[in-house]
């Protein structure tokens, strides 16, 4: 009987602790990892959400890039951080499924060393090359790379992330070589597409329209189901002879595995709370990228199934990093 009651007060406790842990929270400033270089998709969305957090719970939003190995670096560091929500991963969630695959060891599991919060977005992946490339369309770049096997070169956030791997289907789909070259992010990736040192790039559409529509860049496709509204102009791949090719970039926020449901709860509803608003969806959409929200357990299940679609392509290509 005295076991019984020492159980049934400790799991009063922890019920206690909990709702108390949900009812505080958050106390002190929050800090969102992201683990690519400022400019690319994970940090303006991180920027953008921050501030709207702030305008709720009076609490700091700090970002921080922490940048290497194609985001293992930012996602190790809050896979080993403290369990309490205040440590989190904005991250392209492509990047966490893929690099099991990619690396012949890893400091995490994506799957296992996390607490998903929430989906964020999806932005379709842009096809863009420099304006000197004498093409047009996707089919007069097959044309044009078959021409010159090997002598492109393909701009990608890092080796094994979601980029560099629609580069690697794209070319196998259609039989052509180039060069890829791994940078420590999307938007260095753009800067050095824009500056002439590479040829051609997949990356997020939020990180690279801007840039087409500058005119900085020469867009030839997205790689989305359907035409995206915000940039009618360009075609999606599947209308451009690849049935199927749909990729891109999906957004979502992360916690170390352990942090208290009712913290992730109140996290998830308040994050989507903010993606609805008229305000939050116009701003994306404008960029060509679309509010992706659903409860924690939907992105979980989001990553474990990428980590196997992309497995296949991964061995098929034999792509590895150091």
């Known amino acids: 009987m005295k076991t019984l009651l020492r159980n049934t007060l400790a799991a009063a406790c922890m019920l206690a ?6 009812q505080n929270y958050p106390n002190k400033p929050i800090r969102f990892i992201v683990p690519f270089a400022a ?9 953008a959400i921050g501030p709207r957090i702030t305008e709720v719970w009076n609490q700091p939003v700090l970002v921080e890039n922490r940048t290497g190995a194609n985001g293992n670096v930012g996602a190790d560091y809050v896979a080993k951080s403290a369990p309490d929500g205040y440590t989190m991963l904005l991250s392209d969630v492509g990047a966490l ?17 996390f607490s998903p919060i929430v989906m964020v977005s999806y932005s379709p992946h842009v096809l863009a090359v420099h304006p000197s490339v004498p ?6 770049l097959i044309a044009y790379a078959k021409a010159n096997p090997g002598k492109m070169n393909f701009a990608n956030s890092g080796t094994g992330g979601a980029p560099h791997l629609a580069g690697v289907d794209f070319a196998a789909r259609t039989g052509i070589q180039w060069a890829y070259i791994p940078y420590k992010g999307g938007s260095a990736a753009v800067v050095d597409v824009i500056a002439g040192n590479s040829n051609v790039l997949f990356n997020g559409m939020l990180a690279t329209y801007p840039a087409v529509k500058g005119g900085r860049l020469k867009g030839l496709a997205v790689s989305a189901a359907e035409r995206v509204p915000s940039a009618p102009e360009l075609p999606t791949l599947v209308e451009s002879g690849l049935p199927g090719f749909v990729t891109g970039s ?6 170390a595995a352990g942090t208290p449901r009712d913290i992730v709860m109140k996290l998830n509803a308040e994050l989507t709370r903010i993606l609805s608003t008229a305000e939050m969806k116009e701003f994306l959409a404008k960029q060509g990228t679309e509010v992706r929200t659903g409860a924690p357990e939907a992105l979980g299940t989001f990553i474990a199934n990428e980590k196997t679609r992309w497995a296949k392509v991964v061995k098929e290509a034999g792509i590895k990093a150091e």
């Open 17 to 22: 602790a909990s709702a108390a842990s949900a």
């Open 39 to 47: 400019g690319g998709t994970s940090d303006i969305l991180a920027r």
């Open 97 to 113: 499924a893929i690099s099991p695959s990619v690396y012949a060891s890893m400091p995490y599991d994506p799957v296992k060393d």
């Open 135 to 140: 093409v047009s369309n996707v089919q007069e």
């Open 250 to 255: 999906y957004q979502g926020l992360l916690a």
